[in-house]
Structures are given as C-alpha cells and as structure tokens.
C-alpha cells in the first residue's frame, strides 16, 4: 500500500561524501516526520536524523555537523547528505516515514528496505 524506495548508498573512502535519497509512495494522506535510521553489525537500529514537514530537523549528536537532512514535501522524498565519512558510519540506512494513511485515516508508519553505506579507512 506505502511503498519507500531508498537509494544513494554505496562505498566510499573515509572523508567522502554520499547523498542518500527516499521516495515515498502509496495511499498517503500525510507525511509529519521522515527520517534516517541505521543499523551497524551487532548494533541495535539508531536514529540518525529525522525532519518535520514544517523542516524542522533532528540529528544525532555523532552526524551533527557532518550530515544535513533534507525534504521535498511535494515529491514525499527525504534525503541525507552525509559528509566527512568515518568508518564508524558504516551500516545500513533505513529511510522511515510517519504520518497518516487514506485508508481510514489510519496511522503511517513505513520503513524502506535498507541502503548499505560501507566507509573504508
């Protein structure tokens, strides 16, 4: 019914730079809050960064400086420009979206399917 496709990950040497797309797509009414999550080997899922339709945004404090999260509202896509690559940023980036669903007027809860991001040293 919602699908979200990511894309954008990939490897990249430390100090490098990818930029992390997510489309939404489906029977939305309304998007509140997307956002990028990650999950490293043997971690549990973290929440990396996360932006209101009004665009306000919220980051971990080991990307603050480092990734910017942005939105288009229009195209219900979100996107993480990730800067100053670390090895310690490898993991698999979730894209997540929050919000409310045609049908019913249910809540929206969706995840996408996982975009690996491999930094090396």
């Known amino acids: 019914q919602v699908q979200l496709v990511e894309s954008g990950g990939g490897l990249v040497q430390a100090g490098g730079s990818l930029r992390l797309s997510c489309a939404a797509s489906?029977?939305?009414?309304?998007?509140?809050?997307m956002g990028w999550y990650r999950q490293a080997p043997g971690k549990q899922r973290e929440l990396v960064a996360d932006i209101t339709n009004g665009g306000r945004a919220n980051y971990a404090d080991s990307v603050k400086g480092r990734f910017t999260i942005s939105r288009d509202n229009a195209k219900n896509t979100v996107y993480l420009q990730m800067n100053s690559l670390e090895p310690e940023d490898t993991a698999v980036y979730y894209c997540?979206?929050?919000?409310?669903?045609?049908?019913?007027?249910?809540?929206?809860?969706?995840w996408g399917q996982g975009t690996l991001v491999t930094v090396s040293s």
């Open positions: 997540n979206a929050e919000g409310v669903l045609v049908a019913g007027f249910n809540r929206l809860d969706a």
């Open positions: 489906g029977s939305i009414f309304s998007i509140n809050a």
